[in-house]
């Protein structure tokens, strides 16, 4: 009688450890599930559909760097006695980039270089005011009179050296499938902010091939994409029946849309005034092949390109109409993000149970 406290101890003591290490089990993956939607809620908060940052200044004003109060655009006189010019870091058909000085901060001097393309220097400035956000370079002033903006300055400088920037030791840690992902997100989020933004439906015509692309576009030093050149920016109006031309030159090559293309053969010589406008749609077409240079040949890119198959397709259409929404895209780029990840994380939690 005295030993089956003892048999009975024997008895449960195997299916008592068991239950121990599954309790333990499933709250090491339900750490792991909170700990995941920690992390996809922060990068949401970072995406989000939110277009204003809550940092930005009111309208006419600015604020660089860790700086708390909010100034105010710097007018002409402002300019001219307080930025210095450092040297020239680039030229366009449209105007030359000054690497400056504003109060012991760099900054970036735009000034016009061709006086017939005023109109296009003005129009630029008049959006990169206006659509001041999260997406779009800050502003920091300008002076109508001598055709001059200035901008903040982005050592990483323009997507086109993305490549080149992830091969530096420093940065090699961001090269990875997820952190390239996030930066096609970021695109696609530029994308469809211009083609809801405050004024209209933006397009973004100064995208004739990629490298062109990714010029019109910066790289901040904590790996985010902002807009930079909005000169060539027309909108579109379809209650109205405005559409758009970008330029008014014939546009070849795959990279442009079909509908940029001469639509009535080798045999007819191009004309302006008979080539079909088009809308935003242009602007999708586009999309798959800015995200291929964004993702790169890492390892994990071609499992992220798999899943992005079907939405990439329906870009490539040849019908505008049917092809998605930059919103559309932007959803789908979003959940592929949250399903990678969730499969990244979840195969260890698997292997524990």
């Known amino acids: 009688m005295e030993k089956k406290p003892h048999f009975v101890r ?3 003591l195997p299916r008592e450890v068991p239950s121990i290490s599954l309790a333990l089990l499933l709250a090491a993956v339900l750490l792991l599930n909170v700990l995941l939607y920690l992390y996809l809620n922060k990068f949401s908060s970072s995406l989000g559909r939110v277009d204003t940052d809550p940092g930005l200044c009111p309208f006419g004003h600015f604020r660089l760097g860790t700086v708390k109060n909010c100034s105010p655009w710097l007018s002409c006189e402002a300019i001219n006695r307080e930025v210095r010019k450092l040297k020239c870091v680039g030229e366009g058909a449209v105007k030359k980039v000054f690497l400056s000085e504003w109060k012991e901060k760099k900054v970036v001097l735009s000034q016009l270089t061709n006086s017939e393309l005023k109109e296009d220097f003005l129009h630029g400035l008049k959006m990169l005011k206006a659509l001041q956000s999260k997406h779009v370079v800050r502003l920091l002033g300008y002076c109508e009179q001598e055709f001059t903006i200035l901008t903040e300055y982005h050592p990483l400088g323009s997507l086109r050296g993305l490549n080149e920037t992830l091969h530096i030791p420093k ?22 902010y211009l083609h809801s933004s405050p004024l209209g439906t933006l397009v973004m015509c100064d995208s004739n091939d990629l490298d062109k692309v990714l010029s019109q576009y910066l790289l901040t030093s904590d790996f985010h994409v902002l807009v930079n050149d909005l000169d060539a920016l027309p909108l579109v109006n379809r209650s109205a029946g405005m559409l758009v031309k970008c330029g008014h030159r014939e546009l070849r090559g795959e990279f442009v849309a079909p509908e940029q293309r001469w639509p009535y053969g080798e045999d007819v010589p191009f004309e302006d005034d008979l080539m079909p406008p088009y809308d935003e ?8 092949d800015v995200s291929d240079f964004f993702l790169g040949h890492v390892e994990g890119s071609d499992i992220v390109r798999l899943h992005l198959f079907d939405i990439h397709a329906a870009c490539k259409r040849k019908n505008p109409a049917e092809r998605p929404s930059a919103q559309d895209v932007l959803d789908t780029y979003r959940k592929v993000f949250t399903l990678l990840i969730r499969e990244a994380a979840m195969p260890g939690a698997r292997e524990m149970l």
């Open 10 to 12: 024997r008895e449960f």
């Open 171 to 192: 940065y090699k840690g961001m090269n990875t499938w997820h952190r390239r992902l996030m930066l096609a997100i970021d695109y696609v989020s530029v994308i469809r």
């Open 281 to 288: 749609k242009t602007d999708i077409w586009k999309i798959p």
